[in-house]
DNA sequence: ACTTGTGCCTATGAATTTCATAGCAACATG
DNA sequence: CATGTTGCTATGAAATTCATAGGCACAAGT
């Protein structure tokens, strides 16, 4: 696997080409949603990204390989890991925030209903979609928001999962 | 070219993975770096990227058939064109401030001096990585900061610019 | 008129990556 | 001791990407 282009040529001073090095892969990024979302097994996240095993194999190893996810054994005997965002993985939650409020408003689906709406812990009402509050105009970050998927996307969620286990 | 992801499947209702069958590629990414920087010739652009003709031409014409660039003709004779963002392209701004944010910090290159500093207009002072402005703590919009690109990142820019011409 | 240069790509074939499908190792469970 | 579960790895065929070359339409210089 000799994908990555983390070679020299990549100690450009621009932070968004380093970045894309590590991130610029939909796989990828569909990945860290998923850790985002709680997800942390590995057939989780090969089922909600609809990836095959290689895909999700040879991208969470890049994720642990640029530190920003991290494998923990959740059970030895059998020995079985769970992936984990590190802090770095943490850290990259505004680009995911920023692409979710784009793809909501501008690439609409089908069906109206936003896929996840958040609310704000500090002032205790809808975060809206902007970097701010849209209730109370405060910064937001993952530590002050609280997620709630909309029905129908749980239910596509909860179909992908099924359709996952049957046919395996 | 059959790469888009377009297809029926992406009807989810996820805005990220609607968000990364159109810009989930570092190609692209990159591509919009440069038309935020200001560029807007298809070579300029090819140079700032390093990416082959196919690769930009392709890309140019996803971005276009997305709605992110429209082309407008700045030359008849011999027909010209350039490459500009819409009104859906300028949104997609915030992506790429944070995803700036995250390698600004968690990427470090080998020299130490930011690529590009903001100022915002309306308090006159640095922007800071955060979505919102670290001097006055408004939020911050492309309209409302001026970017500086510091010396060894235009230096590096330039090398590109020629070398790119040096082997035509 | 004719050579050289510019801007924006397209063509070609080899190298690499991705996808679909299958399967395996290490257990747990009945 | 047969069947199921989890987390992957193996194998080729299909698709994409890369490096390299070139082409087309015109402008400008000589």
């Known amino acids: 696997m000799k994908m990555m282009k983390d070679n020299l040529s990549d100690q450009t001073l621009c ?13 990828t990024v569909l990945i860290l949603r998923e850790l985002f979302m709680g997800m942390h097994r590995f057939e989780e996240i090969q089922a909600q990204t609809e990836g095959t095993p290689q895909m999700i194999a ?3 190893k890049n994720l642990e390989a640029a530190g920003l996810v991290k494998r ?3 059970s030895k005997r059998p020995l079985r890991y ?3 965002l590190t802090e770095k993985g943490e850290a990259f939650h505004p680009v ?6 784009w793809g909501e408003t501008w690439i609409k689906s089908p069906r ?3 896929a996840v709406n958040y609310t704000h812990l500090i002032c205790g009402k809808p975060a809206g979609l902007g970097p701010t ?11 002050n928001m609280v997620a709630e ?7 596509e969620r909860e179909a992908r999962a099924e359709a996952f286990k049957a046919n395996r």
């Open 112 to 114: 109206e209903a936003r």
């Open 149 to 155: 998927q909309s029905p129908k996307y749980r239910r």
């Open 82 to 84: 769970q992936y984990l």
């Open 96 to 101: 995911i925030l920023a692409l979710r409020a």
């Open 58 to 60: 040879a991208r969470l």
């Open 133 to 143: 509050c849209e209730s109370c105009g405060r910064p937001l970050s993952r530590t």
């Open 72 to 74: 923990r054994a959740y």
């Open 15 to 27: 932070p968004i080409a380093r970045a894309e090095t590590v991130v610029g892969d939909r796989w």
